[in-house]
């Protein structure tokens, strides 16, 4: 059985204005550079599924055996020069329930609503946990 490609939306529900994210592929480098304003940004990820399930693809990254997660890079990781900031979101998607997963297969993206700032005043960064759970969109 072929990897088929699902699309995951990445959705920061309040992100810091003026400040750039993008996503980071497997080589650290950023890709699809936006600067934030007032409203919500999203970023649309290809993953390859393949059976067990496994998630590989161009901005999927792991540690160890199991886990997986996608990168959105913020300020200076993202391309933006000056910027007072250079962090890192990590979203991890090892552990989408394998329901989301087939209605994903199926036709569906699966979408993360994510935090934008982070209890220090900045951008939100390190390890994101979706506001609410993974929702299957059409």
């Not at 886990?67 to 990781?77: C, L, M, S």
Request: glycine share 10%; proline share 9%; aromatic share 6%.
């Amino acid at each position: 059985m072929a990897d088929q490609v699902i699309t995951l939306r990445l959705r920061i529900q309040d992100p810091f204005p003026g400040v750039a994210y993008s996503l980071q592929n497997r080589k650290s480098e950023p890709v699809g550079q936006v600067v934030a304003g007032d409203e919500p940004i999203s970023f649309e990820v290809p993953v390859r599924v393949a059976p067990g399930p496994k998630l590989h693809g161009d901005f999927v990254r792991s540690e160890g055996a199991a886990r997986r997660f996608v990168y959105i890079a913020i300020g200076e990781q993202a391309g933006q020069r000056p910027s007072p900031w250079s962090r890192r979101a990590k979203i991890d998607i090892h552990l989408l329930p394998a329901e989301l997963l087939d209605k994903a297969l199926a036709g569906g993206v699966l979408e993360a609503l994510l935090p934008g700032k982070a209890k220090d005043g900045g951008p939100a960064c390190a390890t994101l946990r979706p506001i609410g759970a993974w929702r299957v969109v059409e």
